[in-house]
């Protein structure tokens, strides 16, 4: 492919610069390298390291005048110097000097219109082949006219002297809005790459009026689009994965006035537990080319062993798109007539599917609950509520009430519907209760998205104020009253208030939000 000179950005490297080269030869570097091995589909896995997942802690927003006063600073958006930045930058173009180095230019936004281009800069060829899986491929004519937006460099490599620099750790993520550079720095896990394209778009489009969503999305053969809002393990990817609706994309999405349309080329699934019988189109897209991080191999067969949680729960597969069998390859859509909030709650207490009004949905999507389960982190010995602002907290640059006011606008033109969905437990919390099967999940997300439910009859849930249905199709009615599920009644009301009062806490912090949609939520009274 065209070489490409990276010494307009400071780095001078006496090794070879490789650019957009195929996912066959940067598996072969990779593999020389010695960063992973190949299971016996063909993945390439690797092991991230120390840092098995993202550092928040780490993450940092150049504060300039020209981006200042549009920034919600806070734990999420924490300020650093152009100094420092500028200090960390050049540490690590020296870094590179002696390095092969890998390019990938690709683009974000399946939506010309919104489209921005992106140079990525890694010294790990397995790093590479993950971002160019993940973010949208160029055509050979404009790869040839390619000039990018922003430009990323990732050197997992390169301590950052941190105590020097007033910085949190070794690792440092940094991002420049004003002068469009990134630095990733200290961290191989390649989901820092995707999220901060991810932060990048979270701030620019919404100043072009165009919402931006931490969702999965698809599409059926009626044209009615279905989003899927979601924090980790709740099960965007896998509900969105459906074999009878094109996937329009797993995990990002833009909402402008006529579109909704696919951020990313590729896919980030989370696979702990991934098996061939629930997930087929997953479990099929983890074959040569994908990049699998932190798995462990059956040695005598070389298959992945999905249920081995030994490095992290937080195992991650990343495919292109198209290893999903039923997609829409332009990867844009019409506007949502249906929007799913999913939560895998672990206190059990929440209904499986619940209708929202206007401002419940409001509510509920700057809210953005989910629940860590008991075990999964040390410490946690029972369910412990997890809120993150419009189900993308980490990689939302702008104020939550400029995100939710578009949300408001956006669901009220497109007249859509709006399901708060509990894909977690019933009949008690974690460890009583069980996990509500995913066909019955499937099923009621299926109900809703054809109009089964529009003319059911409805009951409000006393403590979360929520349109419970009566009745779904092939759905045991005992199912969709969750404390009907619980042999203790007093525990379940016990449960129940519990989390009312942690939705309740979470949202003093939006004192700003209108009074009808703070009613709207999960009370006590």
Same mark, same amino acid.
């Given at each position: 492919m065209d070489k490409v000179d990276l010494k307009k950005y400071g780095i001078e490297t006496h090794g070879t610069v490789h650019r957009n080269i195929p996912a066959g030869s940067l598996v072969e570097k990779a593999l020389l390298n010695g960063e992973g091995r190949l299971s016996r589909a063909g993945a390439l896995c690797i092991n991230t390291g120390e840092h098995t997942?993202?550092?928040?802690?780490? #993450?940092?927003?150049?504060?300039?005048?020209?981006?200042?006063?549009?920034?919600?600073?806070?734990?999420?958006?924490?300020?650093?110097?152009?100094?420092?930045?500028?200090?960390?930058?050049?540490?690590?173009?020296?870094?590179?000097? @002696? #390095?092969?180095?890998?390019?990938? /230019? =690709?683009?974000?936004?399946?939506?010309?219109?919104?489209?921005?281009?992106?140079?990525?800069?890694?010294? #790990?060829?397995?790093?590479?082949?993950?971002?160019?899986?993940?973010?949208?491929?160029?055509?050979?004519?404009?790869?040839?006219?390619?000039?990018?937006?922003?430009?990323?460099l990732v050197a997992p490599e390169y301590k950052v002297?941190?105590?020097?620099?007033?910085?949190?750790?070794?690792?440092?993520? *940094?991002? @420049?809005?004003?002068?469009? *550079?990134?630095?990733?720095?200290?961290?191989?896990?390649?989901?820092?790459?995707?999220?901060?394209?991810? +932060?990048?778009?979270?701030?620019?489009?919404?100043?072009?009026?165009?919402?931006?969503?931490?969702?999965?999305?698809?599409? =059926?053969? /009626?044209?009615?689009?279905?989003?899927?809002?979601?924090?980790?393990?709740?099960? #965007?990817?896998?509900?969105?994965?459906?074999?009878?609706?094109?996937?329009?994309?797993?995990?990002?999405?833009?909402?402008?006035?006529?579109?909704?349309?696919?951020?990313?080329?590729?896919?980030?699934?989370?696979?702990?537990?991934?098996?061939?019988?629930?997930?087929?189109?997953?479990? /099929?897209?983890?074959?040569? =080319?994908?990049?699998?991080?932190?798995?462990?191999?059956?040695?005598?067969?070389?298959?992945? /062993?999905?249920?081995? @949680?030994?490095? +992290?729960?937080?195992?991650?597969?990343?495919?292109?798109?198209?290893?999903?069998?039923?997609?829409?390859?332009?990867?844009?859509?019409?506007?949502?007539?249906?929007?799913?909030?999913?939560?895998?709650?672990?206190?059990?207490?929440?209904?499986?599917?619940?209708?929202?009004?206007?401002?419940?949905?409001?509510?509920?999507?700057?809210?953005?609950?989910?629940s860590k389960l008991a075990g999964t982190e040390a410490g946690i010995t029972e369910p412990e509520a997890t809120f993150s602002t419009c189900f993308g907290e980490p990689f939302l640059p702008l104020d939550p009430l400029l995100y939710a006011n578009m949300f408001e606008r956006r669901v009220g033109k497109a007249n859509a519907n709006v399901f708060l969905v509990n894909t977690g437990w019933v009949g008690g919390s974690y460890g009583v209760g069980k996990r509500i099967p995913l066909k019955y999940t499937r099923r009621m997300i299926n109900a809703a998205i054809n109009g089964e439910l529009d003319y059911v009859a409805y009951e409000t849930d006393p403590y979360f104020n929520l349109d419970i249905p009566k009745f779904c199709p092939d759905i045991p009615s005992e199912l969709l009253d969750p404390k009907a599920t619980w042999t203790h009644k007093d525990q379940y009301d016990e449960t129940a208030k519990k989390l009312v009062k942690m939705f309740e806490e979470n949202f003093k912090q939006y004192e700003n939000f209108p009074e009808r949609v703070k009613k709207a939520g999960p009370h006590l009274d």
């Open positions: 997942g993202r550092s928040p802690n780490d #993450k940092f927003i150049v504060d300039t005048p020209a981006v200042h006063d549009k920034i919600a600073w806070g734990k999420v958006n924490k300020p650093v110097s152009k100094e420092v930045f500028d200090i960390v930058y050049n540490e690590v173009c020296k870094h590179f000097t @002696d #390095k092969d180095l890998y390019v990938f /230019d =690709g683009f974000a936004g399946a939506n010309p219109e919104y489209s921005y281009a992106f140079r990525i800069v890694n010294e #790990k060829p397995s790093q590479n082949l993950f971002i160019s899986n993940l973010l949208i491929k160029p055509t050979h004519r404009e790869l040839q006219h390619f000039t990018e937006d922003f430009l990323i002297d941190y105590k020097t620099l007033g910085l949190n750790s070794e690792v440092a993520i *940094l991002i @420049d809005f004003e002068r469009h *550079l990134v630095v990733i720095a200290g961290t191989g896990y390649c989901g820092e790459i995707k999220k901060c394209v991810f +932060t990048i778009m979270n701030y620019m489009l919404p100043q072009r009026n165009v919402f931006t969503m931490h969702c999965s999305a698809n599409v =059926g053969e /009626d044209g009615k689009t279905a989003l899927f809002f979601g924090l980790s393990g709740t099960g #965007k990817t896998t509900l969105s994965a459906d074999p009878n609706r094109k996937l329009i994309g797993d995990d990002e999405h833009g909402w402008s006035r006529t579109t909704v349309f696919n951020f990313e080329g590729g896919c980030y699934a989370k696979c702990i537990g991934l098996s061939k019988e629930t997930e087929p189109e997953i479990w /099929d897209a983890v074959r040569f =080319g994908a990049v699998a991080e932190n798995v462990q191999l059956f040695e005598d067969s070389r298959v992945i /062993d999905f249920n081995d @949680d030994s490095i +992290t729960e937080n195992t991650r597969v990343g495919y292109p798109v198209n290893f999903i069998a039923n997609i829409d390859p332009k990867g844009v859509a019409p506007i949502p007539k249906t929007i799913f909030f999913l939560a895998a709650d672990a206190f059990g207490v929440l209904p499986p599917i619940s209708r929202l009004s206007s401002d419940a949905a409001i509510y509920h999507f700057v809210s953005g609950y989910t």
